[in-house]
């Protein structure tokens, strides 16, 4: 079956990978491209013959690999570059990996980028990876114009989507609707002093987010002290003995947040003994306990307790499902916004397929001029022949300027791969002298 072309000026546009939604995390796993192995990996891909240049985007739920070619290759082909030899004794299923071409290549990217394409909807993480994916093959000098103007018009894309629509609103992780959740019951964080129970993923997690929320005041506490002791230096804290949960909490916070994997409960209204109703110390604030644990760290006793609020997972739940409906709404106007800027990035492509042609005739046109005017010299003064030079290339450039302009909108507007070829073979045999023409013959 005949191929069409997906050529631009000589690049032929490609990109193969797998995500969540066609592979297992398994075969995610095999074939992710770890950050230190990112540079060998792809120098492994611009050494093959007919790559002009390639970027690898590799998170933990896609690995992905944009390829600009001098020639078409199938896809075999780009399956072997992207798992190079990585699965060697694994039989892959074809149906866990994409692959696709000319303007779908873009779509998919600009998705990408925007968040239309991720397990969570909207996430600003892909962003600025797809930003550093980008740097790490420019500064490896591993891609070429078409990637470069394809990545940067990515990033423009999802900055464009998150600006104009609600699509990244919202916590939808526990992690960041429990800093959320802080931020809307105390406003303003500077003067808010936290202790964060559990090092674990979701406790440093919640922790980080309090931090950039504004929370400077901290106290860890871990069964690990020596987590503890991590994660209150990056915080800038101080660490809780494990064995200070055994009494009373002499310290005075405001917020409390548990993410343990206890079996039972660890904190009880007699642990807050001496925290509740403290509204005082705390400049008449609440005390507020978010318990993230499954099975739950706090009694539920606790939410009881005089001017003490107390948040589960399934609370921040709710508040999440709100948050990826909200953000579900917005995917029309996202996809529009995307569209947009495909369209414009196919403009551009379209009139690059074209300039090497506009160069070449440019250049022709010129000697052409410059041969008449050579040939014809002696039939002016010299007092003319200046003039007549300046005449006959406001002669050219005005003919030119009209020529290019209608080229290039029709290069915009049509999706014509050969065009730069009809327009060169029109043309094929300006640069050779004509032959004088015969004189009139007498009646």
């Known amino acids: ?61 896609r690995t992905e690999l944009y390829l600009s070619t001098t020639e078409w290759m199938d896809r075999e082909q780009l399956q072997a570059l992207l798992v190079q030899d990585r699965c060697s004794g694994v039989e892959l299923d074809d149906q866990c990996f994409y692959v696709y071409r000319k303007g779908d290549v873009p779509r998919h990217l600009f998705r990408v980028s925007a968040g239309l394409d991720s397990m969570i909807l909207g996430e600003h993480q892909i962003l600025a990876q797809v930003k550093q994916a980008y740097a790490d093959a420019l500064n490896a000098r591993q891609t070429d114009a078409v990637l470069n103007r394809l990545l940067t018009s990515a990033i423009e894309s999802g ?56 929370v400077r005041r901290w106290w860890v506490c871990s069964r690990s002290s020596e987590r503890a002791g991590e994660l209150a230096r990056e915080l800038g ?25 206890a079996s039972e409960t660890i904190l009880r209204p007699e642990h807050f003994k001496h925290l509740a109703g403290r509204h005082a110390r705390r400049n008449g604030m609440p005390l507020t306990c978010v318990d993230l644990a499954m099975p739950r760290d706090i009694d539920e006793a606790v939410g009881r307790l005089p001017g003490t609020y107390l948040y589960n997972v399934d609370n921040l739940q709710d508040v999440i499902q709100d948050n990826l409906a909200l953000r579900q709404q917005e995917t029309h106007c996202a996809r529009l916004i995307t569209d947009e800027d495909v ?91 004509t032959d004088a023409p015969e004189p009139a013959q007498k009646s």
């Open 1 to 61: 079956m005949a191929r069409t072309p997906d050529r631009i000026d000589g690049r032929h546009l490609a990109v193969i990978g797998l995500n969540h939604k066609v592979a297992d995390v398994s075969l995610r796993e095999q074939i992710a491209v770890a950050p230190e192995m990112r540079e060998r990996f792809m120098n492994r891909v611009v050494e093959c013959p007919h790559v002009a240049g390639g970027i690898v985007l590799s998170t933990c739920n």
């Open 159 to 214: 900055k464009h989507v998150r600006q104009r629509t609600r699509i990244s609103m919202g916590a939808v992780s526990v992690a960041y609707a429990a800093a959320e959740l802080a931020r809307q019951i105390y406003g303003e964080m500077g003067d808010v002093s936290a202790l964060v129970i559990g090092s674990g993923k979701t406790g440093r997690l919640t922790a980080r987010h309090l931090y950039e929320a504004g």
């Open 237 to 261: 804290g101080h660490v809780l003995p494990w064995t200070a949960l055994q009494q009373p909490l002499e310290i005075d916070v405001h917020l409390i947040v548990s993410a343990t994997a």
């Open 343 to 433: 369209a414009a990035f196919e403009a551009w492509r379209r009139e690059r397929r074209v300039s090497r042609t506009i160069a070449q005739l440019t250049s022709k046109f010129e000697d052409v001029r410059q041969r008449e005017m050579a040939e014809h010299l002696n039939d002016f003064s010299p007092g003319d022949r200046e003039q007549a030079e300046r005449f006959s290339k406001r002669l050219l450039n005005a003919v030119l300027h009209a020529a290019i302009g209608n080229l290039k909108r029709t290069a915009r507007e049509r999706e014509d791969d050969q065009l730069p070829e009809s327009v060169r073979d029109i043309f094929a045999k300006l640069d050779e002298p």
